[in-house]
Every structure is written in structure tokens, then in C-alpha cells.
């Protein structure tokens, strides 16, 4: 079956604009992970949503950051007033449920590019 | 706060050679240990997921152990071929928390050459 897809896959943009990044997950999977992969810095945790329970938020780096998640299946991360620090390759991931058992499957991610 | 270090940073070796890739973290309270691959400008791919419960894991040539008290985890890879080449991460779930992240280290570049 189809992966996790997201788009763009590269966005370029200028310092002081907003971005939306948008993740499909594995159809059937309600456990959805924003990731941040920068250089230098390896991949970090941004947020989880499981269900319709409310995000855990609690890696997104500034408030600048914000995601939500539509009818429990598409999920759009924003960037709002881009800095040059947000340059990064964003990844989604889902899994089946939220839980130890559960393999996370990672989508092909989109390369953000701040000018 | 949970930290992974992979070691080494990169490695090159000729093809047909076996190699064992490493993975440290400091906090043994985890529930599973996971083994990606990543090649150039693409997304991960998941190689072997290891419940804390379990010793080791095996995929065709892949093989990771898991030893949870001391915090190591190795993937062996078996005559290794030109298209094992790719970035391996290695990324530990941490028990205690609610949110299931994984937490990875920064990665071993294999380069396998012909």
C-alpha cells in the first residue's frame, strides 16, 4: 500500500515568510510525529498527535512552530515568520497506534530552504 | 535527558566484508530500539525494530543486538554489498514519557566500494 507522502518536497522561501508542510500518513494509522533533521544537528522530535487526543507539543522549538491534524489523517506542520535556523529537512512519520509496539514508518520529508 | 551516539561517524569498506555498526545510549529506560536507513535526499527506512524484552533481531544479512543494561546496541551486516551504502541511524523510544518519540543518534556513513 501507499507509504507516508508529503509535500512539498523542497520549499524555498524568504526570511520573515510563513510555510506549510503537509503529511499524509499510512492510511489506517492514527499516530502521527513531526521530526526535524538539520545539519550538524541530527533528527529531533517535534510533535505527536495519537487520535483525536490533544498534541503533544513539547519539541516544537518556538511558538513560531504549530501543527494540527484534520478528521485524525492529514496533518500540516506551520512555520510562521521563517528565520534561516528553520532551514532544515522536516519529517513525518506515522505508526498504527501510539505505543512501544508500533514501527514508525517515515515519509520522504521536505527539504525547507530559508533564504 | 536521553542521549545516542553511534560510533563510528563513517566508514568505508570493501565489498564483501562483514561490519558491525554501534549504538550507545544513556538511559537504559526504553522500550525499543529501532535501526533506519537513510539515502542521500530521501526519507528512512526501517530496518529492525527491537522490543526492550528482546536480545536481538535478524533480516536477511542484518543483524542487531540489543543489550539494555548497558545501553549498546550493534547492527551486524554480512557481506556487505555497493548498495549498503547509506547513512544507519539508530533510534531509541524512551519509556516514562506519553509521547512514543524516538530519539536518534547522528549517524554512521557506510560506504561499501566495489
Known amino acids: 500500500g501507499a507509504g507516508v507522502s508529503q509535500s512539498p518536497s523542497n520549499k524555498v522561501t524568504e526570511k520573515g515568510k510563513d510555510v506549510e508542510l503537509r503529511c499524509d500518513p499510512i492510511s489506517g494509522h492514527t499516530a502521527l510525529y513531526w521530526y526535524r533533521q538539520s545539519l550538524g544537528q541530527g533528527l529531533e522530535f517535534l510533535i505527536y498527535f495519537q487520535g483525536n487526543s490533544a498534541p503533544d507539543k513539547s519539541g516544537l522549538p518556538s511558538d513560531r512552530f504549530s501543527a494540527e491534524r484534520t478528521g485524525g489523517s492529514v496533518s500540516t506542520l506551520t512555520i510562521q515568520r521563517t528565520q534561516q535556523e528553520d532551514s532544515a529537512v522536516y519529517l513525518c512519520a506515522s505508526s498504527l497506534s501510539g505505543g512501544a509496539l508500533y514501527e514508525q514508518f517515515f515519509g520522504p520529508g521536505t527539504r525547507l530552504t530559508v533564504l | ?114
Not at chain 2, 67 to 77: E, F, H, M, N, W
Not at chain 2, 97 to 106: A, Q, R
Open chain 2, 1 to 114: 535527558k536521553q542521549e545516542v551516539t553511534q560510533i563510528p561517524a563513517a566508514l568505508s569498506v570493501p565489498e564483501g566484508e562483514n561490519l558491525v555498526l554501534n549504538c550507545s545510549f544513556t538511559d537504559s529506560a526504553i522500550y525499543n530500539l529501532q535501526w533506519f536507513r537513510q539515502d542521500p535526499g530521501k526519507g528512512l527506512t526501517s530496518l529492525l525494530l527491537i522490543q526492550s524484552s528482546q536480545r536481538e533481531q535478524t533480516s536477511g544479512r542484518l543483524n542487531a543486538s540489543l543489550d539494555k543494561s548497558s545501553g549498546r546496541s550493534t547492527l551486524y551486516i554480512a557481506a556487505s554489498q555497493p548498495g549498503d551504502s547509506a547513512t544507519y541511524l539508530c533510534a531509541v523510544m524512551s519509556s516514562g514519557g506519553s509521547n512514543y518519540k524516538l530519539t536518534f543518534g547522528k549517524g554512521t556513513l557506510l560506504t561499501v566500494n566495489p
